[in-house]
């Protein structure tokens, strides 16, 4: 079983930067693909970007692309999102994710539905 804490959110003016953390409990962390996800309100929850188990690997929305890195610390059972140049569109609940499948290192998931473990999400919010 895994548990995901994320933090990081908050309110803030467009073109700033901001970076959230994923805190992860269990020693199997390092061997998980792991995802960050969105919602905005009224919206289905979407993908943003994902990192596999070993950190080879990324993949971005392209409507993050450029802006936003993944990056993980396996020593510190820990995923971040850095998110420069926020836009008022990025605006949402931000999850992050974890595919509990055994996978090659450098495997990336960007689907959703295979993801197996969730956060309870932080707000981000943008404004003009």
């Known amino acids: 079983q895994v548990q995901l804490v994320e933090s990081g959110g908050g309110l803030v003016q467009a073109g700033v930067s901001l970076r959230l953390s994923c805190a992860a409990s269990?020693?199997?962390?390092?061997?998980?693909?792991m995802g960050w996800f969105r919602q905005a309100p009224g919206k289905e929850r979407v993908f943003v970007a994902a990192?596999?188990?070993?950190?080879?690997?990324?993949s971005y929305a392209d409507s993050v692309k450029g802006r936003f890195t993944i990056s993980r610390d396996n020593a510190k059972n820990t995923v971040y999102l850095q998110m420069n140049s926020l836009k008022l569109e990025d605006t949402a609940v931000y999850y992050c994710?974890?595919?509990?499948?055994?996978?090659?290192?450098?495997?990336?998931?960007?689907?959703?539905?295979?993801?197996?473990?969730w956060g309870q999400g932080t707000q981000v919010t943008v404004s003009s």
């Open positions: 990192i596999s188990w070993s950190g080879g690997g990324t």
């Open positions: 269990g020693r199997t962390f390092r061997s998980y693909p």
């Open positions: 994710a974890a595919d509990g499948a055994i996978v090659g290192p450098n495997l990336v998931v960007v689907d959703l539905s295979r993801y197996d473990y």
